[in-house]
């Protein structure tokens, strides 16, 4: 059993960094990925990152601004938040995915954690 526990969240202003972090616990996944819900909107896509960390995408939306990074020796991934804007206030998910890479979608992963809120003020 893979336990993802994230941390990091917090209320920042507009153009401001957050790091979020999500600890994983339990047998090494295909790739991690991460995730965000804004109220009222589906869950959707952020970033991911490959199991040797070799590999990282983004989606078009944060792309130039947030930064995925890994820790294999914690089994830690990372997700650097430069340039926040209000649009980016959303609940962020880790997820890891036992055989995709690049997990983008939602079914693609078999764990999840309980999220973080990250809130970006005007």
């Known amino acids: 059993q893979v336990q993802l526990v994230e941390s990091g969240g917090g209320v920042v202003q507009a153009g401001g960094t957050l790091r979020l972090s999500c600890a994983a616990s339990g047998r090494t996944l295909a790739s991690m990925n991460w995730f965000r819900q804004a109220p009222g909107k589906e869950r959707e896509f952020v970033a991911a990152i490959s199991r040797s960390a070799d590999s990282t995408y983004y989606a078009n939306s944060v792309k130039g601004r947030f930064t995925m990074s890994k820790d294999n020796a914690k089994n830690t991934v990372y997700l650097q938040m430069n340039s926040l804007k209000p649009e980016d206030t959303a609940v962020y998910y880790c997820?890891?995915?036992?055989?995709?890479?690049?997990?983008?979608?939602?079914?693609?992963?078999?764990?999840w954690g309980q999220g973080t809120q990250v809130t970006v003020s005007s």
């Open positions: 997820a890891g995915s036992s055989i995709y890479y690049r997990a983008i979608s939602q079914r693609m992963n078999d764990y």
